[in-house]
Nanobody, 123 residues
Framework: QVQLVESGGGSVQDGDSLRLSCAASGGRILSSSIMAWFRQAAGKEREFVALIRWRGGSEIYADSVKGRFTISRDNTPNTMHLQMNNLKREDAAVYYC???????????????WGQGTQVTVAS
């Protein structure tokens, strides 16, 4: 069974950059899959951040991160990344990667999730 493991979180200053990674192990990601990042700030609902087709392309970004975040994937190994530039305090959250079969920003459609990685941004 495929498992997702996020890494790359940490504590940064306002305006810094971080690169999150999501490694899939224990099986193959279907080429038709959709890979996504979501985040959940303390006391808030989990929200969509970005998605990409596993075969590449067709990225979608939340308005709040457009122009600052970039989602990408490496088929070998099975890894997805989220490059986060010009981080702001409001970006602080636990970031989750997820895999689904539908091209949607709706988190209910994603059935496989990682455990999350914490991003803290200090001003």
């Amino acid at each position: 069974q495929v498992q997702l493991v996020e890494s790359g979180g940490g504590s940064v200053q306002d305006g810094d950059s971080l690169r999150l990674s999501c490694a899939a192990s224990g099986g193959r990601i279907l080429s038709s899959s959709i890979m996504a990042w979501f985040r959940q700030a303390a006391g808030k609902e989990r929200e969509f951040v970005a998605l990409i087709r596993w075969r590449g392309g067709s990225e979608i970004y939340a308005d709040s991160v457009k122009g600052r975040f970039t989602i990408s994937r490496d088929n070998t190994p099975n890894t997805m990344h989220l490059q986060m530039n010009n981080l702001k305090r409001e970006d602080a959250a636990v970031y989750y990667c997820a895999v689904g079969s539908q091209y949607t920003t709706n988190q209910q459609a994603y059935k496989l999730w990682g455990q999350g990685t914490q991003v803290t941004v200090a001003s």
